[in-house]
C-alpha cells in the first residue's frame, strides 16, 4: 500500500505545477485538512470545464478520471452540480486549473504519483 500525500500539501503541489506550466490555479473549496479527497476542475482560457475525480485501479493506482464536462449550452448546470458536490462531502477540496493544456496537465498529475 502506498502512502498517500496529506491534502493540504498535494493541493498546494497541484496549484504549484500549474503555475510553472504557465497556467493558473486557486482553491475553490478547501476540505479536510489531510485526508479530504482532491476534485479538480480544468479549464482552457475559462471555458470547456470537466471536472476529475480520482478513482481506483485495477493495478491499485488512483488516477484522475473526467467524472462530468461543462456543457457550453448550459454552464449553470455544471457550476450547480459542483456545489451539490461540495454541499455532500465538507472534506472535499474543490481545485480549478485553467491551463493551455487541460489532459496533459492531468496526466503529469498521474505520472507524478
Not at 496529506?6 to 500549474?18: F, K, T
Not at 476534485?39 to 462530468?68: H, N
Not at 455544471?78 to 472535499?92: I, K, P
Amino acid at each position: 500500500m502506498e502512502g498517500r500525500l496529506p491534502a493540504h500539501i498535494e493541493a498546494s503541489g497541484i496549484l504549484r505545477l500549474a503555475e510553472s506550466r504557465g497556467g493558473f490555479a486557486t482553491v475553490l473549496a478547501k476540505g479536510e485538512h489531510d485526508a479530504g479527497t482532491i476534485l479538480l476542475v480544468t479549464l482552457c482560457r475559462g471555458r470547456d470545464g470537466v471536472l476529475y475525480e480520482r478513482m481506483p485501479q485495477l493495478d491499485g493506482s488512483r488516477k484522475f478520471i473526467a467524472a462530468k464536462r461543462e456543457n457550453p449550452e448550459n454552464p449553470q448546470e455544471f457550476s450547480e452540480y459542483l456545489a451539490r458536490r461540495r454541499h455532500q462531502d465538507s472534506d472535499m477540496w474543490l481545485i480549478e486549473v485553467d491551463i493551455a493544456d487541460p489532459e496533459r496537465f492531468v496526466a503529469q498529475l498521474d505520472e507524478l504519483r
